[in-house]
């Protein structure tokens, strides 16, 4: 029954009801017929030129268009996209049907509408998501390379040679040029200079249909001698469904699954041109793969040819105007009342002003801008693009995909194992510091091997200290790597430690170097240098020496605009109020970058009440008063944490013991306590964090702002055996979680009851 619920499987009926309700507003009715009439005029000549790269008689390029237009309008999950036959498709479909025949096409065409179809309701439609776009720029301009050379002989006025490889085609240009028709030639030429000059001068029309018919009419009245159309007939063709071809099994399948696939890439990939031309939400894929199917099957039962949402189409609609599905399918009522009222016009158009038609379109999917713009941008990614045209201007279509996608996936895994390197040797002691960085797995180990090399310089009794706290990624074979370089170190006397190593990286180095070697080489921090038997004699200021050229290395190119934007002014939008606590990072814990937090730091995260005759005592005043009038900030948050010296001190206080200035501080932390409970550090601390709450209160400024509601004021709880913050909630009197699931997972109480 829950199989039932999902939508898809009614084929989206239920969600679609809403947009075919609109279809029948006359709010929109003006915009989509106009829309609709404005993509007819660019329909019919589009598909006939299609029908014609195509391999399939003209009128099937009708047809496919009218069926298309109306059945994928209606199911499809772009409601502003037309579909129909695609110039994307047409090199694929002319190899189809001189291997199969136009029976064997139609036939692929009602198998891929079904797995379209299938795909749509399993909610296979997202996987279209996973091809890189380098990819999909190089498959398109590779069709465009291949319609423009196939076109040649017919530019020519010439039939083109019966296998319609361009090695063919190529191999036969002597012939070409002995044979050329130039009226054929001349009619191409004009149709080309109208579609592209006539929107320099008149950008609001299409001009296509203007193109074909300019060359039409110069071929009536000089009586010229090219081939033409031919008869169009002035009717659907009967429904019937497609006969099974006589061929075996496994090419019928293939040539079905290379159609879907291809469909399917192209249709998803319009929608999605469509979605930022409209700025509206985004299309339903799965429901697009269910409108395509039937729009398929649908077009298979009249006899045409494989369809997709074209976004040459889609975007004139868009750009005209339409505000439903009625839009497309008026454009299907428009193709077909002109093959009723104008065939014979129809019939008369010259196949020279179609090739010119197809000629546009081939320039414009070859795009040489996006090829520049990519490799100008990314080598790879430029690299990725030519390996799928040159595959599939030299092989075909399928094979160009694969080795497309192939050559991203090694391009992406590369990227992904790539391990960046730090090495620092600092004056102030003897240890060699390293760093590594992304990943260190079987294809980088090489960056660890070479540094065998370089520590053959390094003299006996010094340190070597390897962080592995950046690393992404690790297999065995890195961790044996760092074995290996351990055992080379022992080798040549030099003492060899790794700190910073993940949990779930620690069983690869039990597996590479037995159980002992992390007893034996890690370290928590630095700090443990200092109890062992070294003469590194390690210096804390080396450390951040190493620490800031990591930072450096890291920064300097990855995060230039963030710098050079905080170089010029600071805007940060929170106040960050908390202890002097070496553990506690405010930048790391939240995630900030540089310029987010404005921070203040002092002994128990105290705010001193406000004293208006002793506004100089504390360096507090100055920190809260300049980011609240200076700056733009919204939240201030009060932070404590658990194993607070302050607290401890206060509840053992002793102010004979601590120093004058540091006991009076923590005498002033300790007057605001309720120690009548008895309570843990802890609780002291919780409590302390709900106090400075209330002594922010006292500012003027933070009463003005609190009055305006521009300014919140938070309470934070760091606990570090729990790697939780709690946040204090004033309608429950208690301290929750702030990331509710994760104290779930773990068993972390519901919270802290101040009550």
Known sequence: MNFLKNPNVLLGIPNLVPEWKKMFS?????NDVFAGITVAFLAIPLSLAIALASGVPPAVGLVTAIVAGIVCALFGGTPLAVSGPAAAMSVLLADTVQRFGLEGLVFMCLIAGVMQLA????????????????VVAGFTAGIGAIILIGQIPRAFGLEPPAESHIIDVFNSLKLY???????????V????????????????????LPAVAVATAIVYFFHLKVPMIGAIPRSLPPLHLPTLPAIGWNELWMGSFTIYLLASLETLLSSSAIDKMTNEKKHNSNQELIGQGLGNISVSLFGGIPVTGVIARSAVNVKAGAKTRLSSMIHSVGVLLAVFAFAPFISMVPIAALTGVLFSVAFSMLNYKEFRELWMTSRAEG????VTFLTIVSVDLLAGVKAGIIAAAIIVLFKATQTRLHVSKSSHDAITRLSLKGALTFLSTGKISSLENELNHTKAGQTVLLDLSSLDNMDTSGASAIVDLASHCREIHIKFYITGLARRFESLFKVAGGEK??????????????????????????????GFYRFYEDRKENDKRLFDYIIRKQNPHTLFITCSDSRVVPTEMTSSNPGDLFIIRNVGNYMPPYDATDASRFSEYAGLEFPLTALDINDIVICGHANCGAMKACKNYQPNVLPSKLGQWIGMIRS????????KSNDLARMNVLNQIENLKTYPVVQQKLQQGTLNIHGWFVNFDQNMVYEWNADLQQFKPLVVDMSEESGLSGGFNML
């Open 189 to 208: 030429v004009v149709t080309v200079v109208i579609i592209r000059g006539l929107p320099k001068i008149l950008p609001r029309i299409q001009p296509i």
């Open 177 to 187: 040029f002995n044979e050329i028709n130039g009226d054929a030639l001349m009619l």
């Open 26 to 30: 006359t709010k929109y009715l003006s």
């Open 517 to 546: 070697f992390i007893d034996d080489h890690y370290l928590i921090s630095e700090h443990e240098l200092r109890t062992q038997k070294t003469e590194a004699n390690p210096s804390s200021y080396g450390q951040l020496i190493h």
């Open 119 to 134: 795909s749509g309701v399993t909610g296979l439609g997202k996987l279209a998501r996973y091809v890189p776009l380098p």
């Open 672 to 679: 605001q306590l309720n120690f009548d409970s008895s309570p």
């Open 383 to 386: 690299l990725i693009y030519a």
